[in-house]
């Protein structure tokens, strides 16, 4: 188990930051001219969706304002897996599950949601910091009147990141801290009404400082085992994707791209969807996949080496490659509905394919049509 005692400094800095704000806040066949290039694919900046995971969290309207504090017991608690334990509130009521917990107060101000994601392998600073830039994008940048306050990293890679939204219609005041151990991200969720935030920061700051935690068993759980619905705005098809992995969306004429990359950059998934209006043919379809394939994903080297091609009982078109000078290779599967050319793909780079597959084979699992 790992502590870190001096976190009581950190932690005041930055939740007073928020109490801060609180008090100043405001409550068939194609014709001859069907596509054979690669389109010209789009580079603009990643927007995070709108599909929010998990917690449940408390549904009751607010009770009447005022502060709400409440005695940390002195026995402690210890999530089953021996992942974390800190020295809980009293008289909070708790929910389990093998990788987080969810810890709601009597009055239902106050929420503490911890958990850990399994990275498959041991992130560097770098990308641990990109899996918390993704959570905090997809877990909470949807919620209404979502405002990032403030983030702060040192370089122990210990992370403070707060934010203010309303849930419920209720507005929150919400710090998370994260800690990484092995293959174990951590991240601890400590909520508050707004009007009990201020008595509620001692108490958490507290409950923060007894924090131990403890990365061995997270090698048990799947890599990446929080995961959202990503739902396409035309309803062609929705599918799960890891809540801790980059969110792009690029838009060109005629085609957008949904994007989803590992904190570490050694895998994505990608879908394409084009549209210019004509209709498809099988083949026609066949040679814009590979097109795609030597044009996009090798930067025009053409350098792909079909390894599979196999035909699929829903009518989509497997291919697996591999790129001969590039050092990564991928799975694709591409299918035409009507006028629209659709391609899924899962890129790895070498030696991270394991890791990575059962990712993407979750996101196949739940690939359906809306």
């Known amino acids: 188990m790992s502590k870190r005692p001096w976190l009581i400094i950190v932690l005041f800095a930055v939740f007073v ?33 709108s599909e929010l995971p998990k917690p449940a969290l408390p549904t009751k309207e607010a009770a009447p304002a005022g502060a709400a504090p409440f005695e940390i017991d002195s026995n402690i608690y210890e999530h089953p897996t021996g992942i974390f334990s800190f020295n809980p509130p009293v008289g909070w009521t708790v929910e389990e599950t093998d990788s987080d917990m969810l810890m709601v107060s009597p009055d239902e101000k106050g929420t503490l949601y911890f958990s850990v994601t399994n990275a498959g392998t041991e992130l560097d600073l770098a990308s641990f910091e ?8 997809n877990f909470f940048g949807g919620r209404p009147d979502y405002v990032e306050q403030d983030y702060q990293m040192n370089d122990a890679g210990t992370a403070i990141a707060k934010k203010t939204f309303t849930f419920n219609n209720i507005p929150q005041y919400v710090f998370t801290f994260y800690l990484k151990g092995g293959q174990g991200l951590f991240a601890f969720d400590f909520w508050a009404d707004a009007d009990v935030a201020e008595a509620y920061n001692p108490g958490y700051i507290e409950i923060a400082n007894s924090i131990n935690f403890d990365g061995t068993n997270v090698v048990d759980f799947a890599p990446y085992n929080y995961v959202y ?47 210019d209006g004509t209709a498809w043919s099988k083949s026609q379809a066949g040679a814009f996949a590979l097109t795609l394939l030597n044009e996009y994903y090798t930067n025009g080297s053409s350098d792909i080496k079909i390894t599979g091609d196999k035909v699929q009982a829903d009518g989509s078109e497997r291919l697996t490659w591999e790129s001969r000078n590039g050092g990564f290779s991928g799975i694709s599967f591409f299918e035409t509905r009507g006028t629209t ?15 990575y597959s059962p990712v993407f084979d979750n996101t196949l699992a739940t690939y359906t049509i809306p």
């Open 130 to 137: 990109n899996f918390i830039h993704a959570r905090e994008a």
């Open 229 to 275: 619905t990503h739902s396409d705005p035309n309803g062609l098809f929705e599918f799960e994707v890891p809540s801790g992995w980059i969110y792009g969306y690029d838009e060109a004429d005629n085609v957008y791209i949904d994007t989803f990359a590992s904190p570490d950059l050694h895998s994505k998934i990608e879908n394409i969807t084009y549209d």
């Open 341 to 355: 050319f659709l391609m899924l793909s899962w890129l790895a780079d070498s030696g991270y394919e394991e890791i």
């Open 17 to 49: 930051l928020v109490v801060g704000a609180a008090c100043s806040a405001s409550a068939g066949d194609t014709p001859a001219d069907a596509p054979t290039q690669a389109p010209s694919l789009p580079t603009s900046e990643p927007k995070p969706t």
